[in-house]
DNA sequence: CCTATATGGTATCGAGTCGATACGACAGTC
DNA sequence: GACTGTCGTATCGACTCGATACCATATAGG
């Protein structure tokens, strides 16, 4: 029985699935499924290249078909707007409805935030990048969609184009201050 | 717009909540759900006295109904087997069969383990009592059950009783060297 | 001893996730 | 124009999950 000495990786990968489970039991509230709340937050944290059906399955893990299902749950309680993308008529550009921006002021994680704010300053940012450092090495891992900030991308450029202090150079777009600090579908992490 | 400018609290929360969700997606394995594994492993880290459907429901945040139905489709499944309790019959013992035992071995969580074992010795330390911080601080301010680890208890004490190492002063108990390693219902952090 | 009350568990219902499967619409390539 | 891959949708069945109502048993107070 060599799972009765419980290794501490063993304890942080338990002390994380009941993090997740803890976020994942507050979720139920302003009558929305966790699911719900992961679609209005990465909504607003996603740059306009990633706010598709397609993406959210990708960020998510989760198939096209439960996506397209989720999404209209939204759209019918007024949080959320499908548009057709003007470029590609296939995809759907999606938007939060100013319901939508107004729920999320009250999300059940700010919860969590503020407990994580009682941390030490210096311990919290270290914690920040082992976290990092976990999760995309786990993403990787499993062939996922990293999904970093756009300013940490390799083809993330400071050169001025059209009136934009930034640019990226695999989809040739300029890209604002604001633009940078979203994440990206496309990110690949800078060498 | 406050959310543009993302405090590195909002990105430990948004990095959490979404290493849950990494798990989650994971957890489909085995023609399981996210649920059955946490129950799984509750019960393979609980100790006797809180291997019961009321101590795994205040453990995932459930309601007792919807527990117990997912009681039943393990038992279903010959991973679980459930006995009245010998001195409350309103009560109910639940213990993991071989096959639960055998099926624990291939937990999707091990995936995270092994990316955890990839971090520094000290760092992983420091994350792991960081997390327990913010991980009772939580549950705390929600009054939830704790769940931790009955060695770090305050009735938790180290008398010689009926051949065992230690004893437990709540329920007046004898406790082997393995008890103090599981989690309980009861725990109370020792000051 | 008997009754109130609290606690542990169950049954049923409806909304909704979720994967699987099959399908339709459209883009890009030859 | 046909081929092929990608994006999204519709439908089905298993199951979660909260809500509600309910039963069984323990416990306390008179």
Redesign the interface.
């Known amino acids: 029985m060599e799972?009765?000495?419980?290794s501490?990786?063993?304890?942080?990968?338990?002390?994380?699935?009941?993090?997740?489970?803890?976020?994942?039991?507050?979720a139920h509230a302003e009558n929305l499924l966790p699911v719900h709340w992961?679609t209005l937050?990465f909504l607003?944290?996603a740059n306009r290249f990633s706010r598709s059906p397609a993406a959210l399955a990708a960020y998510?893990?989760?198939t096209k078909g439960t996506v397209s299902q989720t999404l209209n749950t939204l759209i019918n309680k007024g949080l959320l707007e499908k548009r057709t993308h003007p470029k590609d008529r296939r995809s759907r550009q999606l938007a939060l409805t100013a319901r939508g921006n107004q729920l999320l002021e009250q999300d059940p994680?700010?919860?969590?935030?503020s407990?994580?704010?009682?941390?030490d300053t210096a311990?919290?940012?270290?914690?920040?990048q082992?976290?990092?450092?976990?999760?995309s090495?786990?993403?990787i891992?499993?062939g996922r969609t990293p999904f970093g900030q756009c300013k940490e991308c390799r083809y993330f450029a400071k050169t001025h184009r059209a009136g934009q202090p930034h640019y990226c150079e695999l989809l040739g777009e300029p890209l604002s201050e604001?633009d940078g600090?979203q994440i990206c579908q496309e990110q690949q992490p800078a060498a």
Chains 1, 2 share one sequence.
């Open positions: 799972a009765m000495e419980t501490e990786t063993e304890r942080l990968a338990a002390l994380i699935e009941r993090l997740g489970r803890l976020i994942y039991a507050q992961e937050r607003h944290r998510l893990g989760l994680l700010s919860q969590l935030c407990t994580l704010h009682g941390l311990r919290r940012s270290a914690l920040v082992d976290l990092e450092q976990v999760l090495g786990s993403l891992a499993q604001f600090l």
